[in-house]
């Protein structure tokens, strides 16, 4: 049976562990850039579970971390989805570790996350999904968008470089 507990501070290196494994499960995963995302990430996280803006869960089976997922808490302008909230949340770092898979454990979380959102009255609530993930996602009411998405290159050019 899984208990579930909120994240601290001093689960930044766990949760950045988490992160890196749920996206190096993906097709086409870039190990070195995972790399660095994981070594930036762990203080990016920490420095948000201190000022409250990502609130997560880990959970444990008989003393053995089995999954972790987290709700990013966005500054968000009005919206006509919500017409009066300045916030949104951020459902990531959804992740399960393989032996405790199919055993309901992310819905559980997701659950957690979902719950959160309720109690601070965020009703647009936004994440991205592997192929995996997807019917969980469904099965909790979010769908598919429009969203769009650009990301630049590793290194923006500075004035005056060529």
Request: proline share 6%.
């Amino acid at each position: 049976m899984f208990t579930t507990r909120s994240a601290s501070p001093d689960d930044a290196a766990l949760i950045a562990t988490h992160r890196h494994a749920m996206f190096a499960s993906m097709p086409n995963a870039k190990l070195a850039a995972l790399d660095t995302m994981r070594r930036a990430f762990d203080p990016w996280v920490r420095e948000r579970l201190v000022n409250g803006r990502y609130i997560g869960w880990i959970a444990e089976e008989d003393g053995r971390v089995a999954g972790s997922a987290g709700l990013l808490i966005l500054d968000w302008p009005p919206h006509p989805l919500d017409p009066a909230s300045h916030d949104r949340g951020y459902i990531l770092n959804v992740y399960v570790e393989p032996d405790f898979r199919k055993r309901g454990l992310a819905h559980e979380l997701l659950e957690q996350c979902m719950a959160e959102a309720r109690r601070r009255r965020i009703r647009v609530i936004t994440l991205h999904s592997s192929d995996a993930g997807r019917p969980v996602y469904e099965g909790f009411g979010f769908r598919a968008t429009s969203e769009m998405l650009y990301a630049g290159p590793a290194k923006l050019k500075q004035d005056g470089e060529s």
